[in-house]
């Protein structure tokens, strides 16, 4: 598609190029040169939750919105307004507020949230049965050999998609396309919101070039300091390295590293995407250090990842522990190699222990904003929690947990409360 292009407001196709689109005047308009035979899109929704609540409440479309929780929550996510202003997701409130005074802050409503993603996802595998869920509000899609069905190409199909959504849903989406999973990520990003970028097979190298390692995935900002610290700051500098010396020095993480820089990427789109890890965490209203206030919260918090397991079907052989400190520093702690389970007691005691000790290390009474309990190395429900010879309580013991998951399923959460579980409750809740 050298020459031809599109509107991506009224999709008039135009083979000439032009500043504006001829039948509407749009300046909207998408050509490139290789979005022919790319396929592997990336569609991502804009400041979701503060455009849901922008969408039900015409008020606060010209208002700086922020979706978060609590005096002492952080900014699940805000809209494009306030982050002219500075702020961003993940960002503590009340330095959110300091920087944006005059937003409104709206809890997140999350069941309302879970419905929209759902009404996009729908839309999206009406296109093809190929679209790996990120989270509630991203996903990838492969649109390979749907060309004849639609009667289109990708990108048409694509903007035919993002106009959709803004008619039928009244929220927008930015869009990438490329032909990896990585590139189509990267390009989704670029031109928020209501953009729609592509990136193809020619320009992927060039592109890639002057970017920050910090922009492949699974590299953080510990990662990234070390990268640096190695003479990789940029995508270029992987580029110019030798495969194997970075197999050498970082092992399979530098042959991922290397490729990915030159934008080689084979991950294929899955729908049937693996979960790998659940969690169940709470922000505090007020910073806590004592033991005997933080393990009644931590068992809680256990029993809710116990439920999620079991109504995923998983068991795990992980157990993490999240502690993130008054000044916002965060620490992790794990223990692993255990049998897989599911059992809110087997889960919490591990983390109890992780809990302990952390607490115990600390020189000092250290306080804390938040605690969180994960399982990860996850598995099967039925491989989960069989004993053995020298472990014969764990029938009885899930028998008593299906016997208080079900009176809590018919009567509520404080149908059964019993020793740390009663302290929990009322710390948590």
Known sequence: ???????????????????RCAACGSPR?????????????????????????KRDNPALRDRPVIVGGGKRGVVATCCYIA???GVHSAMPLFKALKAC???????????????????????????????????????????????????????????????????????SVSIGLSYCKFLSKLASDLDKPRGFTIIGRKEAKNFLRERPVGLIPG?????????AQDGFRLMGDLQSADETQLLARYGMEGRRLWRLARGEDQRKVSPDRETKSLSAETTFENDLSAEEDLVPILYRLGEKLSLRLKNAGLGCRTVTLKLKTADFRLRTRARSGFPPTQLSKRLFEPARDL???????????????????????LCPGEEADLGDLADTGVEREKATERAIDSLRARFGPAAVLKGIALQARRKAD
Request: glycine share 6%.
């Open 1 to 19: 598609m050298s020459a031809t292009g599109f509107c991506r407001d009224c999709l008039t196709i135009s083979d000439r190029a032009r500043d």
């Open 29 to 53: 308009l998408l050509t490139h040169p290789e979005s022919g035979g790319l396929t592997i899109a990336h569609v991502d929704c804009d400041a979701f939750y503060a455009a849901i609540e």
């Open 83 to 85: 982050r002219t202003q």
């Open 101 to 171: 005074p005059e937003a409104v802050v709206i809890p997140p409503d999350m069941a309302k949230y879970s419905r929209v993603g759902r009404q996009v996802r729908i839309f999206m595998q009406e296109l093809t049965p190929l679209v790996e869920p990120i989270s509630i509000d991203e996903a990838f899609l492969d649109l390979a050999g749907t060309e004849n069905l639609h009667r289109a190409s990708a990108a048409m199909i694509l903007a035919r998609l993002a106009k959709r959504i803004e008619a039928e849903i009244g929220i």
């Open 219 to 227: 590299v953080g900002k510990t990662f990234a300091k070390r990268l």
């Open 355 to 377: 809990l302990v000790k952390e607490l115990a290390g600390s020189a000092q009474a250290t306080r804390f904003r938040l605690i969180g309990i994960g399982a990860s190395d």
